[in-house]
């Protein structure tokens, strides 16, 4: 029961990390200036594949069309969902209907590896 608490302590500390470091220089062109945009829009892609890559789980990546824009989460090794950016949206995430997909790298791109850098610094200091 420990391991587990630690696990998901962890998880929860990995997640904060990845969206206190989500900044503007991070996001493409088309979502710099959108109107009514928050904190978390546009941050989807790179802060899923940051998990991806920073998380010791099992993680498949999953896509979806909602709310004019197409939005990237995961799911773990349980179909549970992590999603680090659900909160850009104003309705919910219809989740079911979500495509599995992968990234369009296998390596972090560069923006991943800003925020990679990012979080790890926060760890190490």
């Keep these: 029961m420990k391991k587990q608490d630690n696990s998901n302590k962890l998880q929860f500390n990995l997640i904060s ?4 470091n989500l900044s503007d220089d991070l996001l493409k062109n088309e979502y710099k200036n959108l109107d009514g945009k928050n904190k978390y829009t546009g941050h989807c892609y790179v802060a899923s594949e940051t ?18 824009s197409t939005h990237w989460f995961l799911k773990n090794d349980k179909s549970e969902i992590i999603d680090l950016t659900a909160s850009q949206f104003k309705t919910n995430v219809p989740y079911d ?3 599995r997909g992968f990234f369009l790298t296998k390596k972090p791109s560069k923006r991943c590896q800003i925020l990679i850098d990012r979080v790890l ?3 190490l200091v």
């Design 17 to 20: 990390s990845i969206v206190n």
């Design 97 to 99: 209907r979500a495509k």
């Design 51 to 68: 998990y991806y890559h920073l998380s010791n789980e099992e993680l498949s990546v999953y896509h979806i069309k909602h709310e004019g």
């Design 121 to 123: 610094n926060n760890y």
